[in-house]
């Protein structure tokens, strides 16, 4: 090792070298986030005058959000949808997830995972407007039930059909995740389960389910993210009767170019996912008895 003089600039080079590859990150952050967190903030305290932006300081935004009933609704009813979306697709990923993990050969894993990101190279746009020649009144799925006499009226614009379209979404995903999770689980601790004459479902419950914890819910809070702040399903399969934030954004922009409120809006959004996201985590990585 180079002693005496030269030491400082080896370590000066050596700190610019890791300084230079840990620097995209950063400015990353900076560019695409920190930036337009920032324009947000001061766009909320902007007020609008006919139907032109003013950059004053306003709390007419926040006002509107805090005394609005339909916001508050609205912010409920997308917590719901969001939530609710991410329990059942979670709970829909896991029996595929274990098949893929526990009872399928490598190769045969390998296509299974490779099929699973097939959805992805369609544009979600395309997916879920194709849904809506399925469960519409007259659609694929009443044609192949009406002979059978279970004829179902009305899925079509309906929390039912806004499920779909958000499995749609993120089901693909959260298989992947659970399945990677469950990859990594150590055999052995199976074994000593089976060892221990633990049924299968046992050892799915006691063993299984919190080993994989941390990739278990890394997925379900994947699925609450894309669900809480999807617009295409609640517009085209929930026909807008079922408005959530992402289509209040809209609705406000287009009422007399209100983007203060969107902006308001939008940085609620961010707040519920970014402490969602920190408590689901937290939880996901918490070691037992802590």
Request: charged share 10%; glycine share 6%.
């Amino acid at each position: 090792m180079t002693k005496g003089p030269l030491a400082l600039p080896v370590r000066l080079r050596r700190a610019l070298y890791g300084a230079l590859w840990a620097a995209p990150m950063p400015a990353w952050q900076l560019v695409f986030f920190a930036a337009p967190f920032a324009l947000l903030t001061a766009l909320s305290f902007w007020s609008v005058r006919n139907f032109r932006l003013v950059p004053d300081v306003s709390t007419a935004a926040w006002d509107w959000l805090l005394t609005t009933d339909y916001v508050r609704d609205t912010l409920l009813r997308t917590l719901a949808y969001a939530g609710g979306a991410a329990v059942l697709v979670t709970l829909l990923a896991f029996p595929a997830a274990l098949a893929i993990a526990f009872v399928l050969r490598p190769r045969a894993r390998a296509a299974v995972l490779a099929l699973l990101v097939v959805p992805f190279f369609t544009s979600y746009l395309v997916r879920v407007y194709s849904w809506q020649t399925f469960l519409a009144d007259n659609g694929i799925v009443n044609a192949v039930l009406r002979p059978l006499g279970l004829e179902v009226a009305g899925m079509l614009n309906s929390p039912f059909a806004m499920m779909v379209g958000y499995a749609t979404l993120c089901l693909p995903l959260v298989v992947i995740l659970q399945s990677m999770s469950l990859l990594a689980i150590d055999r052995t601790l199976i074994h000593a389960a089976h060892n221990l004459r633990c049924g299968p479902l046992r050892t799915v419950g006691a063993v299984i389910v919190p080993a994989a914890r941390p990739g278990i819910v890394v997925g379900a809070v994947f699925a609450f993210i894309l669900c809480f702040g999807d617009f295409v399903t609640p517009l085209y399969l929930g026909g807008g009767k079922h408005p959530t934030l992402a289509i209040l954004i809209a609705d406000t922009v287009k009422a007399g170019q209100q983007w203060p409120r969107a902006a308001v809006v939008a940085l609620v959004m961010m707040a519920v996912l970014l402490t969602t996201a920190l408590a689901a985590l937290s939880f996901a990585y918490r070691r037992r008895g802590s």
